[in-house]
T-cell receptor, first 116, second 114 residues
Framework: GDSVTQMEGPVTLSEEAFLTINCTYT??????LFWYVQYPGEGLQLLLK?????DKGSNKGFEATYRKETTSFHLEKGSVQVSDSAVYFCALSDRGITGGGNKLTFGTGTQLKVEL | AAGVIQSPRHLIKEKRETATLKCYPIPRHDTVYWYQQGPGQDPQFLISFYEKMQSDKGSIPDRFSAQQFSDYHSELNMSSLELGDSALYFC?????????????FGPGTRLTVL
């Protein structure tokens, strides 16, 4: 079945440091890939997405590129802020399935702590 | 913009009791997904509904049941609650377009079983 593997946390960085959170996936087809962020006590928010190979998703300074050859979707940000402290989940869903079949498969989440 | 609404936000129950969680999708969204997130865990897919019919099923215990009503809201019914059912339960809704359907998540219901 489909699966997502992401680096374990917590990841602790100083403000303005460069961030990389690794994510690799296993899927039978060509999934859509997502990064979700969860702030303490809150729900899941979509951070960015990519729906086909070589697509780059970007939002709020975060970027991730859909690499089919390495089955990866690593999250990067050039300069993190304290407000970026949260748990980040990599996820995938099968594409092209109609009728409510696009369930999300999540990685285990990576906690990011950004310190001054 | 309207978001996904879940109620209640917090629920405390005793073992062997029942619980009902409600989800109100974004207007005109036709698909609802339920996920369970245990403490420190990733969200796990439970079940989904499209146009009021069950469309997919994941790791949902037999003690749980769910349905989607004519107004597209959904309810997750949980019986014979166990301590291990304590978790954050998310509902997400989407509009089925066939190729890519972004899911919008509600704030979750935190269930505590004592």
């Amino acid at each position: 079945g489909d699966s997502v593997t992401q680096m374990e946390g917590p990841v602790t960085l100083s403000e303005e440091a460069f961030l990389t959170i690794n994510c690799t996936y296993t899927a039978t087809g060509y999934p859509s890939l997502f990064w979700y962020v969860q702030y303490p006590g809150e729900g899941l928010q979509l951070l960015l997405k990519a729906t086909k190979a070589d697509d780059k998703g970007s939002n709020k300074g975060f970027e991730a590129t859909y690499r089919k050859e390495t089955t990866s979707f690593h999250l990067e940000k050039g300069s993190v802020q304290v407000s970026d402290s949260a748990v980040y989940f990599c996820a995938l869903s099968d594409r092209g399935i109609t009728g409510g079949g696009n369930k999300l498969t999540f990685g285990t989440g990576t906690q990011l702590k950004v310190e001054l | 913009a309207a978001g996904v609404i879940q109620s209640p936000r917090h629920l405390i129950k005793e073992k062997r009791e029942t619980a009902t969680l409600k989800c109100y999708p974004i207007p005109r969204h036709d698909t609802v997904y339920w996920y369970q997130q245990g403490p420190g865990q990733d969200p796990q897919f439970l079940i989904s509904f499209y146009e009021k019919m069950q469309s997919d099923k994941g790791s949902i215990p037999d003690r749980f049941s769910a349905q989607q009503f004519s107004d597209y809201h959904s309810e997750l019914n949980m019986s014979s609650l166990e301590l291990g059912d304590s978790a954050l339960y998310f509902c997400a809704s989407s509009l089925d377009r066939g190729s890519y359907n972004e899911q919008f998540f509600g704030p979750g219901t935190r269930l505590t079983v004592l």
